[in-house]
């Protein structure tokens, strides 16, 4: 049974950093890619990274470059979801999620997703 369990999330003040896990299990990972999203109250799902699991290639939305990172550990099975400078903007609900081909970057064609943990940023 594939398990894709998020943690990290948390309150953290404007300007703060948190580290979001997402812990994959119950199958290899390693020919999927792994993916990133938000969604905030009222507002679609949006993307907001992804990383080849093969080769390490990371993939970010415009609003979180240079401020998000996303990283995986192999021996682990987790990704990782590094989060600097956050802003009120960024408070939302947020999913890890899996698919083996296909776009990126719509939430579509995902083929496994987490639970989702909650990010509120306070100004």
């Known amino acids: 049974q594939v398990q894709l369990v998020e943690s990290g999330g948390g309150l953290v003040q404007a300007g703060g950093s948190l580290r979001l896990s997402c812990a994959a299990s119950?199958?290899?990972?390693?020919?999927?890619?792994m993916g990133w999203f938000r969604q905030a109250p009222g507002k679609e799902r949006e993307f907001v990274a992804a990383?080849?699991?093969?080769?390490?290639?990371?993939y970010y939305a415009d609003s979180v470059k240079g401020r998000f990172t996303i990283s995986r550990d192999n021996t682990k099975n987790t990704v990782y979801l590094q989060m600097n400078s956050l802003s009120p903007e960024d408070t939302a609900i947020y999913y890890c999620?899996?698919?083996?081909?296909?776009?990126?970057?719509?939430?579509?064609?995902?083929?496994?997703w987490g639970q989702g943990t909650q990010v509120t940023v306070s100004s």
């Open positions: 990383i080849t699991w093969s080769t390490g290639n990371t």
């Open positions: 999620a899996a698919k083996t081909s296909g776009s990126l970057y719509g939430p579509g064609g995902y083929d496994y």
């Open positions: 119950g199958r290899t990972f390693s020919g999927y890619k």
